[in-house]
């Protein structure tokens, strides 16, 4: 295969145009253009053909491709499926809020971490998203939508800390002012709990909103809900996020899918025992729909039960607004849809 460009960070971009001989201003150049959505070197229409076609021998530029577009009829949420170089899908939305443009993207085709309400794991992993893939998604969205995407959450498919050094490579790109100059605060996280790489993460200066999938406020609920749970207690894992909020100064979120196995007050209660003294944030969700899943909603009465009790007991909790149900474009309902299509 030959090297992407758009894997590179501006200084990797610079040190490998001077390897070839080039000024150190054209890695600047191409890492424009990557930003502002080359799908090809061609695009970049200000280096001389003679530079693109010395290029081309061992290099490349290429964005996701847009194999599908869905826009939802309830409140204009647009879900992507995108195709990648070696034919592999996945899916992106992209909401839209009064601030803004925002927009939910995958790290990986597939996933390993087994959770058991979620669509994406359902076909298990099939490889993690290079860096170029995880921000092309973002960089192809924006140029369809001829919009600016102010934010930008990692909460699509796939585990984002099991594919760890491609993430910091993303983050990195994407922060350069050179290139998309997304901030820290203007990106969100989700993660199901890998606690020695949410501590190693704290430790990176990237200073973006950590989430924390937990689900479950007890370990044996949790361990049956999320495999995950198997390797790192709740404990060891609020451990990891208590170390993020101390070098980082950002508030973890903690996202709580409701449904009628974990959406009891007993279950409010031991959620707000764990979290009460903690400067924390709860989203909850009702559970979506999953068909090959057994997972049932809890009714509109005991979710505002539920989110009341934490309110009242000192835990900060609000519900997440629903966005795209019509295209199946929530939280867990992503997967490598042409693929399910096809069976
Ligand atoms: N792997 C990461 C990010 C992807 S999932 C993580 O686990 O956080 C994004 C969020 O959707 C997670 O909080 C996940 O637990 C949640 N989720 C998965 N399936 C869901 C479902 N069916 N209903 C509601 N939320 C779900």
Redesign the pocket.
């Known amino acids: 295969m030959p090297l992407n460009l758009g894997d590179l960070t501006l200084d990797e971009l610079t040190a490998y145009m001077l390897s070839m001989g080039e000024g150190a201003f054209r890695g600047k150049q191409i890492f424009r253009w990557i930003s502002r959505g080359a799908g090809s070197l061609d695009d970049c229409t200000d280096l001389s053909k003679k530079l693109r076609e010395k290029l081309a021998l061992n290099a490349e530029i290429y964005l996701p491709q847009i194999r599908k577009k869905m826009v939802s009829k309830l409140d204009g949420t647009i879900k992507y499926l995108f195709e990648l170089r070696d034919g592999n899908l996945v899916e992106t939305v992209v909401m839209s809020y009064h601030h803004g443009y925002s927009v939910c993207i995958s ?1 990986q085709v597939g ?1 390993r ?1 087994g ?1 058991t ?4 794991t359902l076909n298990g992993l099939v490889r993690g998203l290079a860096p170029h893939e995880i921000a092309g998604q973002i960089i192809a969205a924006q140029r369809d939508l001829g919009e600016k995407i102010s934010n930008v959450v ?7 800390f099991d594919n760890y050094d491609n993430i910091i490579k993303f983050l990195k790109i994407i922060n350069d002012p050179n290139g998309l100059g997304i901030g820290w605060r203007h990106i969100t996280i ?4 890998l606690a020695d790489k949410i501590r190693r993460f704290a430790g990176e200066g990237m200073p973006v909103n950590l ?3 937990l ?1 479950a406020p007890d370990d044996g609920l949790r361990r049956e809900m999320m495999p995950v749970a198997k390797a790192y207690t709740i404990a060891e894992t609020l451990a990891s996020c208590d170390e993020y909020f101390n070098k980082t100064g950002r508030r973890v979120t903690f ?1 709580y ?1 409701l449904s009628e196995k974990n959406g009891s007050l007993a279950h409010a209660a031991a959620l707000a025992k764990l979290l009460r003294h903690r400067n924390c944030h709860v989203n909850l ?6 068909s090959e ?1 057994d ?1 049932v909603r809890t009714d509109r009465e005991s979710v505002k039960a539920f989110m009341d009790y934490l309110n009242n007991n000192g835990v900060n909790a609000t519900l997440r607004r629903e966005l795209g149900a019509d295209i199946s474009a ?4 992503l997967r490598n849809r042409e693929i399910v299509d096809q069976l």
Do not use: D, K
């Not at 990692?154 to 984002?160: A, Q, R």
């Not at 989700?190 to 709990?193: A, F, H, R, V, W």
């Not at 969700?285 to 999953?290: D, G, K, M, T, Y």
């Open positions: 790290s996933c971490m959770c309400f979620c669509a994406s990692v909460m699509g498919i796939g585990e984002p989700s993660t199901c709990g989430a924390l999938s689900h996202e899918a969700i009702p559970v979506n729909p999953v899943r997972y929530s939280c867990g309902q």
